[in-house]
């Protein structure tokens, strides 16, 4: 068994509110993991606060592109939103998985979302890791 692992390229409140309900509905898992890094031009917020009651643990990551949010921006949000679970910061959405493969136990779940950019980066990190 291994953790399940989700991928949303869920990037506004309508998204993400679908999003938690999709992770509502899945059996209860012991803790959820959320992979998350958003552009900043987006309702980060907004976001946020429609996945805060699945989420467990917030692995924030920063992604590289011209309107990317950075990691302490994300977290900056998710300590506004007041969010329920606990923040930790990574440089990139690669780290914030692998941290997230290291510790998940085999019937937790891991979420990765907030953009096109979070989903296309834990790909690409799976593919290498498998490889």
């Known amino acids: 068994g291994k953790p399940q692992l989700i991928l949303d390229v ?3 409140p309508h998204a993400a509110r679908s999003l938690a309900q999709n992770l509502a509905n899945l059996p ?16 980060m917020a907004g976001v946020v606060a ?7 643990s917030w692995l924030v990551a ?3 592109a011209p309107r990317g949010a950075t990691a302490q921006e994300l977290a900056a ?4 939103v ?4 606990s923040v930790t910061i990574f440089s990139n959405t690669a780290d914030a998985l692998a941290h997230a493969c290291n510790v998940a136990g085999e019937n937790d779940r891991i979420a990765a979302f907030g953009s096109f950019y979070t989903v296309a980066d834990v790909l690409a990190s799976r593919a290498m890791r498998v490889q």
């Open 28 to 43: 209860p898992c012991p803790h959820t993991y959320a992979v998350f890094a958003m552009l900043k031009d987006k309702d």
């Open 77 to 80: 949000v998710l300590h506004q």
């Open 62 to 64: 920063g992604i590289d």
């Open 82 to 85: 007041g969010v329920r679970g």
């Open 10 to 12: 869920a990037h506004n």
């Open 50 to 56: 429609a996945l805060n009651p699945c989420i467990d």
